[in-house]
């Protein structure tokens, strides 16, 4: 029931100034993002990689409103591509990137995060590994996967992100089930109105099922980015029935929830890839995982209180 309340406050810039000042936040914001800079998240990658586990970077940032931001992004994740470099983990270590953080929300938003976002990609190859871009919410999704398109007529290996309580998305995984395609497929952490996406979670549930048949039975690569027990179970189902082995599709789980789940999954041979968020810009990320459970804004309210 919260949820709801706490995705509007996530685009809210007094409860951003408000949560922010809150002399608690920090030690909980610490249990989702490994760090602020990339010299602090650095030993993170490292330390999940030793175990076995693969990695998705984000450079927080999303939201902005003028092109020298814009710009700053992009020159981070240039920056974490050079720190990639000397790990050396190849597709192991991949990024994802928020198009909204490139400009997307600016005036010719379009041209302007393919432009920035366009760099970030061929660094990205150059070191051997590649860039997913996550979905936001429902008003950019045409031009995110235009934007996809048009990367992946250079760059293949570009992924995207679909969300299942979105209506259009089946649609979206038929267009993109096909060879060399890698979708990572969320239920969806936005806000979104009744005209445009299911609001029981039931209904997004059998959506995620209903997509997950689709990208397993087609010859793309599925990422299943749910730390949803049956999702993860049904997965495992499903990619049997489809003929498919373990390296054939991965699991991804983000950084700090269900770790002892992300490393069972690992040790059983499967293929776990582990988002890890990093920087300053914390807020509507950390607002997004406080909506998603009930226990994470339990966490964070007792933490006020003990204080
Ligand atoms: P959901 O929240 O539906 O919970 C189902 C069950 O999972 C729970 O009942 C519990 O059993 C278990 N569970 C969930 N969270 C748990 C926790 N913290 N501890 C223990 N058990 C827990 N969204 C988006 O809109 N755009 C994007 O680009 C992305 N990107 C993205 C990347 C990755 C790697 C992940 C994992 C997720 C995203 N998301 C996202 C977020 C996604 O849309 C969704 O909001 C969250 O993953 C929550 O949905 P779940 O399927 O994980 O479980």
Redesign the pocket.
Known sequence: MLGPVILAAARSDKMRRLVSAAPVTRSVVDRFIAGETLGDTVPAVRSLADAGLEI?LDVLGEDITDPAQALRNRDAYLELVEGLKPLGLGTRAEM?V?LSAFGQALPGGHELALKNVTPVVEAAAAIGTTV??????HTTVDSTLAILGELRERFPQTGA?L???LFRTEDDCRALAGEGSRV?L?????KEPATVAFQD?AE??KA?VRCLKILMEGEGYP?V???????VAIAQDLAYRAGRKNEDYEF???Y???DD?QRRLAAEGHRV???IAYGTDWYGYFM??L???P??LAFFARSLLTR
């Open positions: 998705t994802s928020k997913t871009l996550d979905m936001e919410d992100v969300q299942s309580y990572r969320v239920k969806g952490a936005y979670k997004v549930d995620y990422m980015g749910s730390h949803d027990p049956r999702m991804q789980m983000l700090g929830i269900r789940e890839r582990v988002y997004r995982r909506a998603e459970r226990a994470n």
